[in-house]
């Protein structure tokens, strides 16, 4: 069976993952993703309903 490092590449730079640093190749890269999350480049998309649902949720409000 072939080698799963070998099948998925890097999500950063595209390398070849290396099992210390799954699925990245290298600690730089595993940063470089890190430092994404921290700055906000990453965002899940929230819809204004979803954000008021939400509210509602953690007031115990019920909608009418």
């Known amino acids: 069976?072939?080698?799963a490092t070998k099948r998925?590449?890097?999500?950063?730079?595209g390398k070849?993952?290396?099992q210390m640093f799954r699925p990245f190749c290298s600690k730089r890269c595993?940063?470089?993703?890190?430092?994404?999350?921290?700055?906000?480049?990453?965002a899940i998309p929230?819809?204004?309903d979803e954000e008021v649902d939400e509210r509602r949720e953690e007031s115990g409000d019920e909608p009418n």
Do not use: K, Q
């Open 30 to 42: 595993a940063d470089v993703d890190l430092h994404r999350w921290f700055s906000g480049s990453y």
């Open 16 to 18: 070849p993952a290396e």
């Open 1 to 3: 069976m072939p080698d």
């Open 8 to 13: 998925n590449p890097c999500p950063i730079c």
């Open 46 to 48: 929230v819809t204004e």
